[in-house]
């Protein structure tokens, strides 16, 4: 019998990727493509459902909105003898802003009252009745928490032909695909802590967790606002019925691995995203840089960036490795810098260029921005993984800037002892069954692969 070690390091997982290097910096900054090395071939299982069921359900529109459940959608552009969706009679389809794993999002022109929108629809038909439950419990946790400025608005939902649609406010961009085009300064940095601390500190109170905070699920309005979205993994903590998820592991906390949810998870994920935007850091999915990274133990590449001690010592507290001593949302929203200066200053990323130019002018760093124009891009395609933690080697600048900087008071404390004498170090390997989903896939929580290591660093 194969021991644990043998097939983490079998040829069938890494005769593919041993002799790729990838650097720490995104690919989309140097405007470089990265080949992700290929998955290994392995037997496609399918699943297949009766039509029993989905024959029992109408074929038109129907509403599944909390205030018209059920209640079958009218307009004067909708003919329901007609062999066309309502989706196609009502609305002008202009653009495919992004595509994941399990549903596509569009914008399109409302015919009615001709105001743009974004529409999110299902990729495949619902797959029998958990899974359509599951896709409506999204629709209800967004209703329920759509009332707040930072938080999406969605518009209305409805189901037809056994596939789910949600109609939202449209935004300009993603907050990953704009700093794509300028560069995340650290005053930056505050007001994305400061706008998304209060959509968390709002959802934290409904004692309900996000689950999957990352910068492709923060939008931003043309004035400037920042809104959280995608609520399909949010988890209940006051239903025992909830099966907690696991969302992408780049900014996933390490307590959840041991099925400990809190809404210090929500606090972990946006401190990483954090340092990801500020510094241009490649987060790695798996190996001894994630374990590091949860561990205190960050790149010189990131803490080189970090000039602003406040802002430092701020995002070391919320990526502790103890999620109890995590600061909470009210507590980040109560920072000095934030309750002082950032939360009377204007949006540095409002697409106005001259509200943004004229806060430019007024800060005090001597940053360069790219003009914006207002514009609604595709979605790209998502950073290659950093898989074996390569990264390049720091120049003479980097070195210089890192030692002007006395970080002796900024020691991060100790990691928490592990259960049994070593650490443990966990690496995170989707399943055979992910390899037909792409890059936008979110890796759920299995039980994950433990081995220890000694002093010397080599395996039992």
Same mark, same amino acid.
């Given at each position: 019998?194969?021991?644990?070690?043998?097939l &983490?390091?079998?040829?069938?997982?890494?005769?593919?990727? /041993?002799?790729?290097?990838f650097?720490?910096? =995104? /690919?989309?900054?140097?405007?470089?493509?990265?080949n992700?090395?290929?998955?290994?071939?392995?037997?496609?299982?399918?699943?297949?459902?009766?039509?029993?069921?989905?024959?029992?359900?109408?074929?038109?529109?129907?509403?599944?909105?909390?205030?018209? !459940?059920?209640?079958?959608?009218?307009?004067?552009?909708?003919?329901?003898?007609?062999?066309?969706?309502?989706?196609?009679?009502?609305?002008?389809?202009?653009?495919?802003l992004?595509?994941?794993?399990?549903?596509?999002v569009?914008?399109?022109?409302?015919? %009615?009252?001709?105001?743009? !929108?974004?529409?999110?629809?299902?990729?495949?038909?619902?797959?029998?009745?958990?899974?359509?439950?599951?896709?409506?419990?999204?629709?209800?946790?967004?209703?329920?928490?759509?009332?707040?400025r930072?938080?999406?608005?969605?518009?209305r939902?409805?189901?037809?032909?056994?596939?789910?649609?949600?109609?939202?406010?449209?935004?300009?961009?993603?907050?990953?695909?704009?700093?794509?085009?300028?560069p995340?300064?650290?005053?930056?940095?505050?007001?994305?802590?400061?706008?998304?601390?209060?959509?968390?500190?709002?959802?934290?109170?409904?004692?309900?967790?996000?689950?999957?905070?990352?910068?492709?699920?923060?939008?931003?309005?043309y004035?400037?606002?920042?809104?959280?979205?995608?609520?399909?993994?949010?988890?209940d903590?006051?239903?025992?019925?909830?099966l907690?998820q696991?969302?992408?592991?780049?900014?996933?906390?390490?307590?959840?691995?041991?099925g400990?949810?809190?809404?210090?998870?929500?606090?972990?994920?946006?401190?990483?995203a954090?340092l990801?935007?500020?510094?241009?850091y490649d987060?790695?999915?798996?190996?001894d840089?994630?374990t590091?990274?949860r561990?205190?133990?960050?790149p &010189?590449?990131?803490?080189?960036?970090?000039?602003?001690?406040?802002?430092?010592?701020?995002?070391?507290?919320?990526?502790?490795?103890?999620? =109890?001593?995590?600061?909470s949302?009210?507590?980040?929203?109560?920072?000095?810098?934030?309750?002082?200066?950032?939360?009377?200053?204007p949006?540095?990323f409002?697409?106005?260029?001259?509200?943004y130019?004229?806060?430019?002018a007024?800060?005090?760093e001597?940053?360069?921005?790219?003009?914006?124009?207002?514009?609604?891009?595709?979605?790209k395609?998502?950073r290659?993984?950093?898989?074996?933690?390569?990264?390049?080697?720091?120049?003479?600048?980097?070195?210089?800037?890192h030692?002007?900087?006395?970080t002796?008071?900024?020691?991060?404390?100790?990691?928490?002892?592990?259960?049994?004498g070593?650490?443990?170090?966990?690496?995170?390997?989707?399943?055979d069954?992910?390899?037909?989903?792409?890059?936008d896939?979110?890796?759920?929580?299995?039980?994950?692969?433990?081995?220890?290591?000694d002093?010397?660093?080599? %395996?039992?």
């Amino acid at each position: 019998m194969s021991t644990e070690a043998e097939l &983490m390091f079998s040829p069938e997982r890494s005769s593919n990727i /041993a002799f790729h290097v990838f650097s720490s910096k =995104k /690919a989309s900054r140097r405007r470089e493509t990265l080949n992700k090395p290929s998955k290994p071939v392995s037997c496609r299982i399918f699943r297949y459902f009766t039509p029993a069921v989905a024959a029992t359900r109408p074929s038109s529109a129907v509403s599944v909105s909390t205030d018209s !459940y059920g209640v079958a959608l009218e307009s004067p552009y909708y003919t329901k003898s007609d062999t066309s969706t309502y989706w196609d009679q009502c609305f002008e389809h202009l653009e495919c802003l992004g595509r994941g794993s399990f549903a596509e999002v569009y914008k399109v022109r409302h015919k %009615e009252d001709n105001q743009l !929108y974004a529409i999110k629809r299902s990729l495949t038909k619902f797959r029998g009745k958990s899974d359509r439950d599951e896709k409506l419990r999204e629709v209800r946790f967004h209703e329920a928490l759509a009332t707040h400025r930072n938080i999406l608005k969605i518009i209305r939902a409805w189901e037809e032909r056994e596939r789910l649609y949600i109609q939202t406010e449209l935004c300009e961009s993603n907050l990953l695909e704009y700093t794509a085009d300028n560069p995340m300064t650290q005053p930056m940095t505050w007001h994305f802590l400061y706008q998304i601390s209060q959509a968390l500190h709002f959802l934290h109170s409904l004692y309900y967790v996000h689950m999957d905070v990352k910068p492709e699920n923060v939008l931003i309005t043309y004035d400037g606002i920042l809104k959280l979205c995608d609520f399909g993994i949010v988890h209940d903590l006051q239903s025992a019925s909830t099966l907690a998820q696991d969302g992408d592991a780049r900014y996933l906390a390490f307590e959840v691995l041991a099925g400990t949810v809190s809404t210090a998870a929500d606090i972990f994920s946006l401190g990483i995203a954090a340092l990801e935007l500020v510094s241009d850091y490649d987060l790695p999915i798996t190996g001894d840089v994630w374990t590091n990274i949860r561990q205190l133990k960050l790149p &010189m590449e990131i803490m080189s960036v970090l000039t602003d001690i406040e802002l430092k010592e701020l995002l070391l507290r919320m990526i502790h490795p103890d999620y =109890k001593l995590r600061p909470s949302a009210k507590d980040v929203l109560d920072s000095p810098t934030i309750r002082d200066k950032v939360s009377n200053m204007p949006s540095p990323f409002a697409f106005n260029q001259c509200q943004y130019q004229h806060l430019v002018a007024s800060t005090v760093e001597n940053d360069s921005h790219a003009s914006h124009v207002c514009r609604t891009p595709i979605k790209k395609a998502k950073r290659p993984p950093n898989y074996f933690g390569y990264h390049d080697e720091p120049s003479d600048d980097e070195f210089r800037a890192h030692s002007m900087h006395d970080t002796s008071r900024l020691t991060p404390p100790p990691p928490p002892p592990a259960a049994v004498g070593d650490p443990l170090r966990v690496r995170l390997f989707p399943t055979d069954s992910d390899e037909d989903m792409n890059d936008d896939q979110l890796y759920l929580r299995k039980s994950p692969v433990q081995l220890k290591f000694d002093s010397s660093g080599a %395996e039992d």
